[in-house]
């Protein structure tokens, strides 16, 4: 056992001072940077079990790192798991070098102690061997460029873990004992000063940001007064934004995921959170220069579908949607955001209460002319119709099939007299002042009607009713069309006609809602369903969503594109959807990659196209 000398123990003292004063004269910064930073004013340590079972799960276990990512995972896994097995030790190595150990090795708790630690050790070896390879050598294109700062931390652990089994098995003999024990003790002291300089900070911040993180998913925050736009400036930045931009560990799950990035855009998630960490090193909090500008780009911030994609990824807690809507706020809001297309819908949205810019007769129109009826009160549901489907052809019909499976279901219903757009785009696209003219008009006429349920074809719609209207006191309950063709599946007729249904996953009812089983089943009432290379929690985005179905032409490859191709790549004969903004977008990008596409049907067409079938004979 080492047994230092009174020098080297003065040494040690003066060599931790240095090394603990490196680590502070950069982790105090990114402190304060945290603290000084806006209260979020929506922000609240409620659901503590809820939080309690998440950190667990996604800190102490690893599962959210595992899951999507499954062998660097394991192998990440087990250096985290190494670093929490090393508290003790590193604490009895310093101890040791004062003449104070911690831990009495002859021992039983000792023995063991060592031993397990030894074995961690051999297990962290392994794998940041492994994950140096694949940063050196694979290095895969998510990652970004090869950082020098990643192979000398690489480097450091696995010293501290080579010295540790040195030391603990004493192979090198009683020799060695010494320059294994400040081998170790320098590899340590180095590598403490480099963590908060580096993306390894996340070691510290990560499992906070995880903990804190606002509830729910892509929620977006109130504005907070008058004077409150949205992320504007650096007085913008809120504690939760801070303490997320600092957790980014840079592994690039959001960039490999997002369909934005993968269709040659601008966007890349990875960048918008290192943009708020970089405008906060250079300006620190309250400084008045724009988040728009030098560290973040607007066109990148106005390319993202809001799919959630990043989001779902993000093994460490970043809420990336909050971040892109709130720039997409203090750019609109304050009208630094000048776009052809974005003027245009604010206008139609406005004039006409709708995002399409149709007159509100042509809705009359249909409605009489199909006899759909008027919610009064007396009716289960009250049918919202959406822009898409009180106005596209293709969402017309699919409401008109949607109608004739409820009159086959015996479930009562209406429409509204009058019913404005939901004020999605505008929510996403950060036009706070039209989306709540939007929502309070929308309320009034529910309120004014008695609804009670509501149900949908748009999940757009049901998020933005169920969730955002709560900021303006909206309280509906409202349901996607899929849930209820769901619950009333047996009723439907099974009539199997041997066609094949690839399914595409709505970001907004899949990552949004958790929603994934519902429309397979009412599916498989007809049909068999297969499924898309990326499907469920990793489906494509059609590309529609975050206001882009309203914003013209895409710069590089079309989204909708990108997934249409992946969906006919299955053989399917038809491809089933469950969104009229994934339905419009794919019926251009069908026809597009294929003279013979396959067909394309919501799943209330498949169902009323069923019961035709079991009407007819």
């Known amino acids: 056992m080492f047994r230092p000398s009174g020098m080297e123990t003065a040494l040690l003292v003066v060599l931790l001072a240095g090394s603990l004063y490196g680590f502070w004269r950069r982790f105090g910064p990114v402190l304060r940077n945290i ?27 690893q599962t959210k790192v595992i899951r999507e990512r499954p062998l660097p995972g394991i192998a990440h896994a087990f250096v985290f798991w190494g670093f929490c097995a090393f508290a003790l030790v590193t604490i009895d190595h310093i101890g040791t070098g004062l003449g104070a150990p911690l831990l009495d090795r002859s021992g039983s708790f000792g023995r063991i102690y060592f031993a397990m630690a030894a074995l961690f050790a051999v297990a962290v070896s392994v794998s ?118 600092y957790s980014c560990v840079e592994c690039g799950r959001c960039t490999e995921h997002c369909p934005a990035y993968n269709t040659g855009k601008v966007l890349n998630p990875k960048e918008i959170i290192l943009g708020v960490r970089g405008y906060l090193n ?43 809507i709130g720039l997409r706020r203090g750019a609109t809001n304050t009208g630094k955001w000048e776009d052809e297309y974005g003027t245009k819908l604010f206008l139609n949205l406005e004039r006409n209460g709708n995002s399409l810019g149709m007159s509100a007769l042509e809705r009359d129109r249909f409605i009489k002319k199909h006899e759909l009826p008027v919610y009064d009160g007396t009716q289960e549901y009250c049918l919202w119709m959406g822009c898409m489907g009180s106005y596209d052809p293709q969402g017309r019909e699919i409401i008109l099939s949607l109608a004739q499976v409820l009159n086959h279901l015996g479930i009562t219903y209406g429409v509204l ?49 169920e969730n955002d209207w709560r900021e303006f006191g909206g309280d509906f309950e409202i349901e996607h069309h899929s849930q209820l063709l769901a619950r009333h599946q047996a009723r439907l007729p099974e009539n199997k006609s041997g066609s094949r249904v690839v399914f595409h996953d709505p970001c907004y009812l899949g990552r949004y809602r958790n929603i994934y089983d519902a429309p397979r089943e009412v599916i ?82 498949i169902a009323a196209a069923s019961i035709r079938q079991d009407s007819q004979g």
Request: aromatic share 8%; hydrophobic share 45%.
């Open 128 to 245: 940041i061997a492994g994950l140096a390879a694949r940063r050196f050598l694979a290095q895969p294109r998510w990652l970004g460029r090869v950082s020098p700062e990643s192979g000398v931390i690489a480097l450091l652990i696995f010293i501290l873990m080579i010295t540790y089994l040195a030391d603990y098995t004493h192979w090198l003999g009683p020799d060695w004992v010494r320059p294994i024990w400040w081998m170790h003790t320098a590899a340590l002291l180095v590598f403490l000063p480099l963590i908060p300089h580096t993306k390894h900070l996340h070691l510290m911040l990560s499992p906070v940001a995880i903990f804190l993180k606002r509830d729910g998913f892509s929620k977006i925050p109130p504005l907070e007064g008058d004077e409150d736009f949205g992320l504007d400036t650096g007085k913008d930045i809120t504690k939760i934004t801070a303490l997320q931009a």
């Open 282 to 324: 250079e300006y620190g909090t309250g400084a008045e220069a724009p988040l728009i500008g030098t560290h973040i780009s607007q066109e990148a911030a106005y390319q993202c579908t809001t799919c959630g994609a990043c989001e779902y990824q993000c093994p460490v807690g970043i809420q990336h949607l909050p971040v892109i």
């Open 35 to 61: 603290l000084r930073s806006r209260t979020d004013p929506d922000f609240r340590l409620s659901s503590l079990g809820k939080r309690v079972w998440v950190f667990v799960s996604e800190v102490m276990f």
């Open 417 to 465: 007299a009058k019913e404005r757009c939901s004020g999605d785009p505008a929510r996403r696209l950060g036009n706070d002042l039209a989306f709540q003219q939007l929502a309070e008009s929308n309320m009034a006429a529910l309120r004014a009607a008695r609804v009670k349920k509501l149900v949908s074809i748009c999940p757009h719609c049901v998020r933005t009713i």
């Open 524 to 605: 498989a009432r007809s049909a068999e369903v297969i499924e898309p290379h990326r499907a469920r929690q990793r489906s494509f985005c059609c590309g529609a969503g975050g206001g882009l179905a309203f914003l013209g032409e895409e710069k590089g490859k079309r989204v909708s594109v990108e997934r249409a191709e992946e969906l006919t790549a299955t053989g399917a004969e038809v491809v089933g959807a469950a969104c009229p903004f994934c339905n419009t977008m794919f019926r251009d990008a069908l026809a597009a990659i294929s003279p013979s596409p396959p067909r394309l049907l919501d799943i209330a067409q």
